[in-house]
């Protein structure tokens, strides 16, 4: 047995690392100084490596937020991120999508409140339609996403998975470095940012983790339900300080002796339809230049159904599809929807 282990060990090294590099040369022709701008923090937030790596901070004075250089009407957004590492209690991340004008707008949220060290992140999310939100579900995440690598819970040793090996979690392109090690033979420490998508069509909104479905909001018009399909929306995203309510209902508070604190961000990509802030006519064109809109009638399939529910049944901490306490005249009609 020990024997088999050595002699083919080195060969599923080989091609690991090989795969891991083409990842990496992939990675590297993404330049969000094309499709991003900067939007306030006053140096905050800071575009490095020509165009590779784009961070925002957090301080006592301000926060910082950045934005896509288009406007879209329906498209899929993909963004790598690596949260605030330690105790990032108070602090907030965005990543979303809003229309122009606020008492009236379209919004598509992610949002990540942070915690004390040691403590889950919140995976906040929310779908506003014609200013009308309410309507959020919250998780947690099936790993950290403020590490550089994965430890095995059970083990003092390190392992490193590919998600691809897994049933649930999902496709390899949410990691700039994918590898699999045997936990008995193999331990090295990877940079991992994953991936959140903002998948939005005429027909639903999907929201995925590392191409793992965690939510799907249906366009549910024919029952009275408002859905955002008329107002082209632009990217955001803000790292700011909101300890009055984000960690624990407010209770903790942010400790300003860590800051600064810093958020990462690579590889946006946006297979969209590009529009401007009010015309609802678009062309549908990828950030790569690359005409593509495969997304625009996808719909979860079988296999993606099944990923989802197993993500809701062990990771999501709150549903207001069933929290009665909250809707005491009756759930929302979308919630009475199979």
């Known amino acids: 047995m020990a024997s088999s282990t050595s002699s083919s060990s080195p060969s599923l090294w080989a091609v690991l690392i090989l795969v891991a590099?083409?990842?990496?040369?992939?990675?590297?022709?993404?330049?969000m100084n094309d499709h991003l701008e900067v939007a306030w923090g006053d140096g905050r937030a800071r575009m490095v490596n020509n165009g590779q790596l784009l961070t925002l901070s957090l301080d006592q004075t301000s926060g910082s937020g950045f934005q896509s250089k288009d406007w879209y009407m329906f498209g899929k957004i993909d963004m790598q991120i690596k949260l605030v590492p330690g105790n990032s209690a108070g602090t907030v991340t965005t990543y979303y999508l809003h229309s122009q004008g606020d008492s009236n707008h379209d919004e598509i949220d992610f949002e990540f409140l942070g915690n004390v060290s040691?403590?889950?992140?919140?995976?906040?999310?929310?779908?506003?339609?014609?200013?009308?939100?309410?309507?959020?579900?919250?998780?947690?995440?099936?790993?950290?996403?403020?590490?550089?690598f994965h430890e095995d819970p059970k083990s003092s040793r390190e392992l490193h998975i590919l998600p691809l090996f897994s049933p649930f979690l999902g496709s390899s392109f949410g990691f700039n470095f994918y590898l699999f090690f045997s936990p008995w033979t193999w331990t090295l420490i990877c940079s991992i940012f994953h991936?959140?998508?903002?998948?939005?069509?005429?027909?639903?909104?999907?929201?995925?983790?590392?191409?793992?479905?965690?939510?799907?909001?249906?366009?549910?018009?024919?029952?009275?339900?408002?859905?955002?399909?008329?107002?082209?929306?632009?990217?955001?995203?803000?790292?700011?300080?909101?300890?009055?309510?984000?960690?624990?209902?407010?209770?903790?508070?942010?400790?300003?002796s860590k800051a600064p604190f810093t958020a990462s961000y690579k590889n946006y990509?946006?297979?969209?339809?590009?529009?401007?802030?009010?015309?609802?006519?678009?062309?549908?064109?990828?950030?790569?230049?690359?005409?593509?809109?495969?997304?625009?009638?996808?719909?979860?399939?079988?296999?993606?159904?099944?990923?989802?529910?197993?993500?809701?049944?062990?990771?999501?901490?709150?549903?207001?599809?069933?929290d009665t306490k909250r809707f005491p005249q009756g759930l929302p009609a979308e919630c009475k929807l199979p």
């Open 21 to 31: 590099l083409v990842r990496m040369a992939s990675a590297a022709n993404s330049n």
């Open 195 to 256: 991936t959140y998508t903002i998948l939005w069509n005429p027909q639903r909104i999907i929201f995925l983790v590392d191409s793992t479905p965690i939510r799907e909001f249906k366009n549910s018009e024919s029952i009275g339900v408002p859905y955002p399909k008329s107002k082209p929306m632009r990217m955001y995203s803000t790292l700011w300080n909101a300890d009055d309510w984000a960690t624990q209902g407010g209770r903790v508070k942010t400790d300003w």
């Open 269 to 322: 990509h946006a297979d969209a339809c590009v529009s401007t802030t009010t015309a609802l006519s678009s062309s549908c064109k990828a950030s790569d230049g690359h005409a593509s809109s495969s997304w625009l009638n996808q719909e979860l399939d079988n296999t993606s159904q099944e990923r989802m529910k197993w993500v809701q049944k062990n990771y999501m901490i709150y549903n207001y599809c069933t």
């Open 118 to 148: 040691g403590q889950p992140y919140t995976l906040h999310t929310n779908v506003y339609s014609q200013g009308k939100g309410n309507r959020e579900q919250q998780f947690h995440l099936w790993f950290d996403p403020t590490a550089d």
